[in-house]
């Protein structure tokens, strides 16, 4: 089953202390204008509608995003738009600009940091735990006489948390979505507070390479 064509596209930030940085976006909406932007729920397939997603001043991105970032880079905000960088300050955190620019047009194409990021606004965003499973047995085949218990993987399971728009909250159990950098998921519990037995769970879908398709980060030590 290709995932691809039927995964709507969302976006999430780790919600692990230490792993998250802030943009500041100077000419952006204000935090409480209550402002959002129209995107595709499938880039290749207009036909699959579209969904809002929370913009303002402030963005929440991957740290590992951020690093090694100077004033005067353009950035891309993955289905918002580009970013000059004005300003990186001492705990890491950047300052810029928001550059109307047309999609595909050569600055975003040169761009080497396209950021998938999450409007830190937090009465809208919600927790979400990530599950991450490996191979139960680390050697790929058995000889003849060798016990399975000596090869069993200890490190076959991991979980962290990440932050994702309020968008989320409709998805149902079993939903099929794409984390944009992260991979294909499937919804084992949906979404009903922000309590600890509330928030959305999902598991990562395996795509048999061997590393996760994560791009972003992976809580596996094999990894």
Same mark, same amino acid.
């Given at each position: 089953m290709q995932l691809d064509p039927?995964?709507?596209?969302?976006?999430?930030?780790?919600?692990?202390?230490?792993?998250?940085?802030?943009?500041?976006?100077?000419?952006?909406p204000a935090m409480d204008s209550n402002s959002f932007i129209s995107t595709d729920n499938l880039p290749k397939d207009p036909k699959a509608g579209k969904r809002l997603v929370r913009i303002g001043k402030q963005v929440l991105v991957e740290k590992s995003d951020v690093d090694g970032i100077v004033v005067g880079e353009n950035i891309v905000l993955m289905r918002w738009g580009l970013v000059t960088v004005t300003k990186v300050n001492a705990d890491g955190s950047v300052e810029g600009d928001f550059k109307e620019?047309? /999609?595909?047009?050569?600055?975003?194409?040169? #761009?080497?940091? *396209?950021?998938?990021?999450?409007? $830190?606004?937090? !009465?809208?965003?919600i927790r979400i735990t990530l599950f991450e499973f490996d191979n139960l047995i680390n050697k790929p085949s058995l000889e003849e006489g060798e016990n399975f218990?000596?090869?069993?993987?200890?490190?076959?399971? /991991?979980?962290?948390?990440?932050?994702?728009? #309020?968008?989320? *909250?409709?998805?149902?159990?079993? $939903?099929?979505? !794409?984390?944009?950098?992260?991979?294909?998921?499937?919804?084992?519990?949906?979404?009903?507070?922000?309590?600890e037995e509330e928030?959305?769970?999902?598991?990562?879908?395996?795509?048999?390479?061997?590393?996760?398709?994560s791009t972003i980060v992976s809580k596996l030590a094999h990894r």
């Open positions: 039927i995964a709507k596209r969302f976006m999430a930030v780790s919600n692990v202390e230490g792993d998250s940085s802030t943009i500041t976006i100077n000419n952006a620019t047309e /999609a595909g047009s050569d600055e975003i194409k040169k #761009a080497k940091r *396209k950021m998938t990021w999450i409007c $830190d606004h937090k !009465q809208s965003n218990k000596d090869f069993i993987n200890e490190n076959n399971k /991991a979980s962290f948390e990440v932050v994702g728009d #309020a968008g989320m *909250k409709s998805l149902k159990e079993h $939903d099929i979505i !794409q984390l944009e950098r992260r991979g294909f998921f499937r919804v084992d519990r949906a979404y009903s507070g922000e309590g928030g959305l769970v999902l598991i990562l879908i395996p795509d048999g390479k061997a590393k996760a398709m």
